[in-house]
């Protein structure tokens, strides 16, 4: 077995993170994979391992799915009331700020961010997210029904916890996305069975350690990495879970769908995204540059929101292009955890070559590279902030999610709405998107437009605790954070009483 990298910038609670035993969390209990298994997890600025982690399998995951729904059945979170439902999540919050340097760094080595923007990012937004969710838990309510039927009725809806609930996740943001799916589901009443991706175990592995401090009772989250077609097929096809949450890849959602048919378990998805930055001439030349750039250069691209089209008008064009470029020139490339990082690597070797693939098949199309369009240096999966222009509609890199910091520019020459509209809308995506003028008017007639979750207005967007995402199209089903994302683990009844 290859020894474990310690990269000297860790500090020492994550070197003791590290070095512990990565298990599986299943009903309270830390426990190796049945079959004994174990994978590895690599730093991506580097390429080399830095843990080993319990690989589960269905073996395993059906274990979880039984402590959950024991939890779930047997009343142990049920009895929890509300008010300290919500002190428990709220707890999870201050943990995490507690243990926000350890976060920190595990994030930015298993996953390549630039520490700042995982101390600045990730962990608050993290803990936000339970915080925003814990005010929830005692307001969850249902409503008295005015009924029509002859006779005398009291008739009112309650909102119920779904039940046991499979989370299944991506590695752009490995805490925040554990943090969006569990938050919500345990201010529901629901009980969980997580897996995170293979590439990130770390800090959902931390975090389940801290849901266990914050009191949260056994069973009530089960945390299992492995792999995406056995520990997360079994998630999606077990006939006792009752929905299947999931953010990733629009091919690994149309298998989640077939495979949550067996059951008929109920599914939201948050797919990929192929978003529209759409700069009309009016708009603060210095603002929407600023704001295209962060749109597409922000955790590398690996965004599902990201603004990997810019559409600007013809007067602007060059102007963006050029502004872009010298924004992608000033991006400090390099190792999440050296001084000064702002763009860290892409996840994995298959991401890097995925991305590059993407642009030499842009230029291969006819596309100009107008910044960045290689690898940078030869260790690690480094990629520099690329701009593509010339590219058409039909090309690939416009059309595919490429999910790393390639933009493509297009622009247009036009004052009709609806044509522009019409281009930003030819996309099977519809995650996100976003319009910079000064012009209230084309602001508001093209927010509506925008056949999209999400629309920013002189911001590509936010990821406000507060703010539904999710998607128009194949973006998705069902919409994750603010009220809308409570609602995804309650299950609506009526009761109606004859007096
Ligand atoms: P992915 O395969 O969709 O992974 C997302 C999650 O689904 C991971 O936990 C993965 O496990 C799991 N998974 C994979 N196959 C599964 C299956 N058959 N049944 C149940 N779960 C399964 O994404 P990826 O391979 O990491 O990335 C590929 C592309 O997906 C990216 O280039 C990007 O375009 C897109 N993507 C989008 C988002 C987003 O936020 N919308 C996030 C990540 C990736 P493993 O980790 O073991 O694969
Ligand atoms: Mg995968």
Redesign the pocket.
């Known amino acids: 077995m290859n020894a474990l990298f310690v990269h000297p910038r860790i500090g020492r609670k994550a070197t003791a993170f590290l070095a512990r035993e990565h298990k599986l969390l299943i009903g309270g209990k830390w426990v190796p994979a049945l079959s004994g298994r174990t994978f590895e997890t690599y730093d991506p600025g580097t390429g080399r391992i830095i843990a080993r982690v319990a690989e589960g399998d269905a073996a395993d995951i059906d274990l979880a799915v039984q402590a959950a729904r024991q939890a779930f059945d047997g009343g142990a979170w049920g009895r929890v009331s509300p008010s300290e439902r919500g002190r428990m999540i709220w707890k999870i919050a201050d943990l995490l700020e507690q243990n926000a340097d350890e976060l920190a760094e595990l994030e930015a080595l298993n996953n390549g961010k630039s520490l700042a923007s995982a101390k600045n990012g990730d962990i608050p937004l993290s803990a936000d997210m339970f915080r925003y969710m814990a005010g929830w838990a005692t307001k969850i309510t249902g409503e008295t029904l005015s009924i029509s039927t002859p006779g005398s009725y009291h008739a009112f809806t309650v909102r119920e916890p779904i039940g046991v609930v499979g989370q299944?996740?991506?590695?752009?943001a490995p805490l925040l996305m554990a943090a969006w799916k569990l938050a919500p589901a345990l201010a529901a009443g629901c009980t969980v069975v997580l897996?995170?991706?293979?590439?990130t175990p770390l800090t959902a592995l931390r975090l389940g350690e801290l849901i266990q401090e914050a009191g949260i009772p056994d069973g009530v989250v089960n945390i299992v990495p492995?792999?995406?077609?056995t520990a997360?097929?079994a998630?999606?096809a077990h006939p006792d879970v009752d929905k299947v949450v999931?953010?990733?890849?629009s091919?690994?959602g149309r298998?989640?769908v077939k495979?949550a048919a067996g059951n008929l378990k109920k599914v939201s998805l948050?797919?990929?995204?192929k978003s529209p930055v759409i700069v009309f001439p009016d708009a603060d030349m210095s603002v929407a540059v600023a704001g295209a750039s962060q749109a597409i250069f922000n955790n590398t691209g690996q965004v599902?929101s990201a603004g990997s089209r810019l559409f600007a008008h013809k007067k602007v064009f060059d102007r963006m292009v050029d502004g872009i470029a010298q924004e992608a020139g000033k991006i400090r490339v390099g190792h999440g955890l050296s001084e000064g990082t702002q763009m860290g690597p892409v996840i994995s070797q298959v991401?890097l070559e995925?991305v590059t693939g993407y642009i030499d098949q842009g230029k291969a199309a006819g596309a100009t590279v107008a910044a960045g369009g290689s690898r940078v240096g030869n260790e690690g999966y480094f990629v520099a902030p690329t701009i593509l222009t010339g590219t058409t509609p039909e090309m690939s890199v416009v059309r595919e999610?490429i999910?790393g910091p390639v933009l493509c520019a297009m622009s247009f020459d036009d004052d009709d709405l609806d044509r522009i509209a019409r281009q930003a809308n030819e996309s099977i995506y519809g995650l996100a998107g976003s319009v910079w003028t000064r012009d209230l008017s084309i602001a508001h007639k093209m927010a509506r437009r925008i056949r999209a979750g999400r629309v920013g207005v002189n911001i590509h967007g936010s990821i406000d605790a507060a703010l539904p995402t999710g998607g128009f199209k194949q973006s998705g089903w069902g919409r994750e954070k603010g009220h809308e994302g409570l609602n995804l683990y309650t299950e609506v009844k009526s009761v109606i009483m004859s007096l």
């Open positions: 299944i996740i991506p590695w752009n897996k995170p991706a293979e590439q492995g792999f995406g077609p997360g097929g998630i999606a999931f953010t990733g890849s091919e690994v298998i989640i495979a948050e797919l990929g995204g599902c991401q995925r999610e999910f």
